[in-house]
């Protein structure tokens, strides 16, 4: 930990894909930072608002009503400027004006990788929270929002399941997931999907087709397999035109979920996890902790630097495959 220097004036901003929670973590780090005396800014559109200077001050009352609410009342953004350090100098130039002297950055990994460039350029103290659907980030039991996504996707397959039973379908569900499989190995665990694909594993459509092809034998008609979009395979999509041409009599379906997964009310898990690293990303600043991300393993905070937090990643264990394969047979 550094000598802490004086933190006077906070700026607070969500990155990258929006999650739900991340309101509530605004609120928290917002209401935080007030409580200790602290002037707190809200920045519009991630790093593009910072270099735009769509810079706003906050009073307790800006985040009042907004715990329950998806998306952020902060807007987000992806900034090419900002990998330039012309676009830092600017952002930079536009906190120094208003005195903001600590950052507050609710994102994934790609955000924290713009916020670790920022404080090698300009010494600023930055807090990482991590807020993506994708739960994709190591250091963190939890991120801000996969808990809602994997719900909603939940539910959504579960509903999916009663008209495919109704028509003895065989559907193919892709949820999101560009570089993860947390989503589809969650949701499919838990609606009892017969296979998962995922990014971090090789996709073995011999292996799908051949237990697909059994199960006909058996007349078990019903199937579910949930595809991250990501999952090498080509998605849905391609897993789906390959299932329909080696098993022709199946009545095959399709189904992408997109981006109502990013939406919607946080569940209560996101609002309290959001809550509580809000709040210490605020004290962490203050204690002279900086340049990390906040975390959440086996129910106790964790700080990770932010130059480890952009490296690695969160790995699916050999254990889950087994799960599948066992409880889907
Ligand atoms: P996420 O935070 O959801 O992973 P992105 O990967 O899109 O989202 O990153 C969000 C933003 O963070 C980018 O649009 C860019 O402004 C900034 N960023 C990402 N990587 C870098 C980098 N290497 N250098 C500077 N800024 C970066
Ligand atoms: O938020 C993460 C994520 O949902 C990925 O799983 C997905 O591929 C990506 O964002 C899509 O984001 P967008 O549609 O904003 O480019």
């Keep these: 930990m550094s000598e802490p220097k004086k933190i006077s004036s906070i700026g607070v901003l969500t ?78 130039a536009n906190l120094k004006k208003r005195g903001i002297n600590g950052l507050v950055i609710i994102g994934g990994d790609g955000s924290f990788k713009g916020a670790l ?45 009663d008209t495919a039973d109704a028509h003895d379908r065989l559907f193919v569900i892709e949820v999101m997931g560009r570089d993860a499989g947390y989503i589809a190995l969650h949701s499919g665990i838990a609606t009892g ?10 996709t073995d459509i011999e292996g799908v087709v051949a237990s697909l092809l059994e199960k006909e034998k058996r007349r078990k008609l019903v199937n579910m397999i949930v595809v991250a979009e990501g999952d090498g395979f080509g998605g849905a999509e391609e897993v789906s035109k390959v299932v329909k041409s080696r098993l022709p009599n199946a009545d095959v379906r399709v189904c992408i979920l997109g981006h109502i997964q990013r939406g919607g009310s946080p569940t209560c898990l996101d609002r309290l996890i959001a809550s509580r690293m809000g709040y210490h990303a605020v004290e962490s600043l203050l204690e002279g902790r900086y340049n990390v991300m906040v975390g959440i393993q086996n129910n106790k905070i964790l700080y990770t630097p932010l130059e480890k937090a952009v490296k690695a990643k969160q790995k699916i264990g050999e254990q889950w495959m087994r799960i599948i394969k066992i409880l889907a047979s």
Excluded: W
Excluded at 134 to 139: F, Y
Excluded at 194 to 202: A, N, V
């Design 117 to 161: 460039k920022f404080s090698q350029d300009f010494d600023i103290p930055c807090i990482g929270l991590p807020g993506t659907i994708d739960k994709d980030i190591a250091g963190t039991d939890f991120t801000i929002g996969f808990d809602t996504a994997v719900n909603t996707a939940v539910e959504a397959i579960d509903k999916i399941r």
């Design 193 to 202: 999907a017969e296979h998962i694909l995922i990014p971090e594993r090789k």
């Design 15 to 92: 990155s990258g894909g929006d999650s739900p929670g991340m309101n509530a973590a605004i609120r928290a780090v917002v209401r935080t930072g007030l409580y200790h005396g602290i002037e707190m800014y809200g920045i519009t559109r991630g790093y593009a608002g910072m270099i735009d200077d769509d810079i706003q001050k906050m009073e307790s009352r800006s985040v009042a009503n907004i715990i329950q609410r998806g998306g952020t009342i902060l807007k987000t953004a992806r900034c090419k400027e900002f990998y330039e350090k012309e676009g830092r100098e600017k952002a930079y």
